[in-house]
């Protein structure tokens, strides 16, 4: 089986790239190297047929659309302040080139669509939102990928996972992603002033998503026409709560509450993953693990890059 991944030098495709080099496929891996990504193992193995490139690149996606069994669109401007920061490329790339994909594709290539629970923008204060709840993004990032979703599954050969926010390491790390950020900060800083301690989110660990996405693909044919929220359910936290947790681990770490400040960033939502649970997948590594992990990647001073 042939597959194509974009965006496969970022932080969840490199990871998923890794993971897949064990699995009789054929894989590439396009990715426009815009964080200046180097020694990636999805860029420097031979078992990857990597291209550098950009999802906007028509005749280059056509060509390497024909060449696919199935598809991992996992290029994207992602997150709300690098969208803000890039709008045009935000629709371009998030919105456009997946509804350039949906067009030039036959009824018999698969998709693998990760979007985000950040769809869901606020949700409702006592209710857990469930792949049929009402979608209210907030952001350039969250409406470029409700749209891009819609398109996908007007396609029966397609899946969408919405995915929680993601927490972990990789070979392309992300600090910009709450737990990832939290814990950095507990690490190097020891101090975070915390504002709006009541908002809330579902949480996944890396390996979870790469899961996931392999699960996709080995059972495709049973969860295919399908949107499914993809999280671990012991993972729905308040950010108050996953300060308390970060002081499990990180022992010198302090937080204080805001009494007057504002967090930019207004999601607030708890997420139901029995659908996909269901069907057999369930995220099992646990934000206590991911939280060691990250702290002793960030001890050692390992690279970081930028996001935004």
């Known amino acids: 089986m042939k597959i194509l991944i974009t965006g496969g030098a970022g932080y969840i495709g490199s990871k998923l790239i890794e993971k897949l080099m064990d ?10 190297l815009m964080f200046d990504q180097k020694n990636l193992t999805s860029m420097n193995s031979d078992k990857i047929n990597f291209v550098k490139g950009d999802v906007r690149d028509q005749t280059l996606m056509k060509d390497l659309y024909k060449k696919s069994d199935i598809i991992i669109p996992l290029a994207a401007i992602v997150g709300a302040p690098l969208s803000a920061k890039m709008p045009k490329e935000t629709e371009e790339i998030n919105f456009g080139s997946i ?8 009824k018999d290539q698969k998709v693998i669509m ?3 629970n950040s769809g869901y923008g606020i949700g409702k204060k006592d209710e857990m939102c469930d792949e049929n709840s009402p979608l209210n993004p907030i952001s ?9 979703e ?3 599954m007007e396609r029966e050969n397609s899946i969408s996972y919405r995915l929680a926010t993601v ?3 990789s070979e392309r790390m992300r600090v910009d992603l709450l737990v990832n950020n939290f814990t950095y900060i507990a690490v190097k800083e020891k101090f975070l002033l915390l504002y709006e301690p009541h908002f809330r989110r579902n949480y996944i660990h890396l390996l979870d998503v790469v899961g996931g996405m392999i699960f996709g693909i080995k059972n495709f044919s ?3 026409g399908n949107i499914y929220n993809l999280g671990l359910s012991e993972a729905n936290l308040t950010k108050e709560q996953l300060c308390i947790e970060i002081q499990k681990i990180v022992k010198d770490f302090k937080f204080e509450i805001s009494k007057d400040g504002t967090d930019e960033d207004k999601r607030d939502y708890f997420v139901s993953n029995q659908k996909i649970e269901k069907k057999g997948f369930k995220a099992t ?3 206590h693990d991911g939280i060691e992990e990250l702290k002793e990647y960030y001890l050692k001073g390992n690279q970081i890059f930028k996001n935004y």
């Open 23 to 32: 699995q009789e496929l054929s894989i590439t891996c396009l990715d426009n």
């Open 99 to 106: 509804d350039f994909m949906c067009k030039n594709l036959s």
């Open 114 to 116: 990760p979007v985000t």
């Open 140 to 148: 350039a990032y969250g409406k470029t990928k409700v749209k891009a």
């Open 150 to 152: 819609s398109v996908i």
């Open 167 to 169: 927490f972990g390491t």
């Open 222 to 224: 049973d969860l295919k």
């Open 285 to 287: 590594h646990s934000l």
